[in-house]
């Protein structure tokens, strides 16, 4: 996980604290070719990699539903595979890591090999504050209407429960659209709204330019913003388009994004599930 810790953690810690939910926060020893990778040394890693997870406490009730497992590995993704199956996970939380971080590299490589498993909902999180939780008063989530926007509304859902924060649900609408596409967003937008079942969430449905520019006004005044990840077929590595990383770029608070695991577009209303998540 490394530069963005903290961040990741305490996302992971929230969504854990749901009804009926549970967490595992995997700390991952790399075993890497030309390493002494006898017992003793190996030992000696796992035992580092403990303390450096103990070191990475803060402030929050939340941290103590997060169980730790510590394995040594040689393939990133295999044992994070394995792991999800053993603790039948349904959402896993990773670091998105910014321009500067040290590891953005091997993060990009690892989440190209996990986004076509579609096993789970994949929650990425980024952070400006990487030795800071992530602890928000007041959370954005922005919902377009695409097939990720069940999961971006009902994840923002548990994280505004588990903080205690205000949340506010936002749909932004352009000229560029056809108005038939436009009506069809807006319904299954307030939809959406109806089946979360909150009255305390703030709505608004603003027409803006391009989505990307809507969002980052919108997003003045929050401690954090959600926003669903691109699903396109030709493209499946493409998280998120252009326009909306430079957005993304600009935000002075942490983002978290969802990318659901595959969801059909014509499939009908459902109630959002509220209970029984792992993370």
């Known amino acids: ?69 510590v394995r040594m590995t040689a393939n990133l993704a295999s044992s994070i595979r394995d792991a999800v199956v053993e603790t039948e996970a349904t959402s896993l939380v990773l670091e998105w890591p910014t321009t500067a971080s040290p590891r953005r590299h091997g993060l990009s490589d690892l989440t190209r090999q996990l986004l076509p498993d579609r096993v789970t909902d994949i929650v990425f999180v980024r952070s400006k504050n990487p030795n800071q939780a992530i602890t928000p008063r007041s959370i954005l989530a922005s919902i377009r209407g695409g097939a ?12 505004a429960d588990a903080y205690g924060s205000a949340l506010t649900l936002v749909h932004i609408q352009t000229d560029s659209q056809h108005p038939d596409r436009s009506r069809r967003e807006l319904e299954f937008f307030e939809q959406i709204v109806e089946q979360l079942h909150r009255p305390s969430t703030m709505v608004h449905v603003r027409r803006h330019d391009n989505p990307a520019g809507g969002i980052l006004e919108e997003a003045a005044g929050h401690d954090l913003v959600i926003i669903g ?51």
């Open 1 to 69: 996980m490394g530069q963005l810790a903290r961040p990741t953690i305490s996302i992971g810690d929230a969504l854990a604290a749901a009804p009926g939910g549970s967490g595992n926060l995997l700390a991952l020893v790399e075993i890497r070719a030309g390493r002494d990778n006898g017992v003793f040394a190996q030992e000696q890693c796992r035992r580092d990699m403990l303390r450096w997870v103990a070191g990475l406490e803060y402030g929050s009730d939340l941290r103590r539903r997060l169980s730790v497992t």
């Open 148 to 159: 990720s926007s069940r999961v971006v509304a009902s994840t923002a859902a548990m994280l």
């Open 229 to 279: 990840s691109r699903l396109s077929p030709s493209n499946p590595n493409v998280l998120v388009g252009r326009g909306l990383l430079r957005m993304v770029r600009q935000l002075d608070c942490p983002v978290v994004m969802v990318r659901p695991k595959h969801v059909s577009q014509s499939e009908p209303a459902y109630p959002i599930a509220r209970n029984g998540h792992r993370a």
